[in-house]
């Protein structure tokens, strides 16, 4: 168990329609990072925050938003859903110290149908 | 910009016997970390192991180690005594400490294990 907790664990729905993806880190955690992932491909890397700012961002499309509350939990939202969306999403989190790793969630499945 | 290079999409190994998977990458700094990642078909993000650039001394763990050549960018992961557990995707990362804790991930070797 890597601490990091993803919600829900599957999805499926329908073309056109906007989902919420949940992640809460791991206790102490202040840097959150979203990962796509498509069936047999790598990581890509969607976008980060670090105590509630937007840090980084990869390869997100304009459908696609995230947010970090106050309680470090992390939002993922994803609209206008189109059938290539489909895919594993992961979330991860990591302490700024010096070094440390990346300790991933167990991802949520959306399938767009 | 920092770019991971994982040149062998698939490899297999006999059972038992041993494997190295490669990984290259690009930077201009000389502080930053590596890691290796396992992701099994469960597609658990998992740790294999850590290494400090500043750190000569190749990082072990248990049956994994790494090759780490710091003038020549690479930094391959060798696989002893090879289980059936150990199939799966593997992901070579780099992070540098000081582009917002950023991690760059290769596009990953699929490891298969023949009993």
């Known amino acids: 168990d890597s601490g990091v907790t993803q919600t829900p664990k599957h999805l499926i729905t329908a073309t056109g329609q906007r989902v919420t993806l949940r992640c809460s880190p791991r206790?102490?955690?202040?840097?959150v990072y979203w990962y796509q992932q498509s069936l047999d491909q790598g990581l890509q890397f969607l976008i980060q925050?670090?105590?509630?700012?937007?840090?980084a961002k990869g390869n997100i499309l304009e459908r696609f938003s995230a947010q970090q509350f106050p309680d470090l939990h992390s939002e993922l939202n994803l609209s206008s859903l189109e059938l290539g969306d489909s895919a594993l999403y992961f979330c991860?989190?990591?302490?700024?110290?010096?070094?440390?790793?990346?300790?991933f969630g167990e991802g949520s499945r959306l399938t767009v149908l | 910009a920092q770019t991971v290079t994982q040149s062998q999409p698939e490899m297999s190994v006999q059972e038992a016997e041993t494997v190295t998977l490669s990984c290259t990458y690009d930077?201009?700094?000389?502080?930053?970390?590596l890691f290796w990642y396992k992701q099994p078909p469960s597609r658990q993000m998992i740790l294999v192991i850590r290494?400090?650039?500043?750190?000569?001394q190749n990082a072990t763990e248990n049956r994994f180690s790494v090759n780490f050549q710091k003038a020549a960018k690479s930094f391959s992961l060798k696989i002893s005594d090879s289980q059936l557990g150990d199939a799966a995707m593997y992901f070579c990362?780099?992070?540098?400490?000081?582009?917002?804790?950023?991690?760059?991930f290769g596009t990953g070797t699929s490891l298969t294990v023949i009993p």
């Open positions: 930077t201009s700094e000389s502080d930053y970390y």
């Open positions: 206790s102490g955690d202040l840097s």
């Open positions: 290494q400090e650039a500043y750190k000569q």
């Open positions: 991860a989190s990591s302490v700024t110290g010096r070094g440390q790793e990346l300790f």
């Open positions: 925050y670090y105590n509630g700012e937007e840090r």
């Open positions: 990362a780099y992070r540098y400490p000081n582009t917002g804790n950023q991690f760059y």
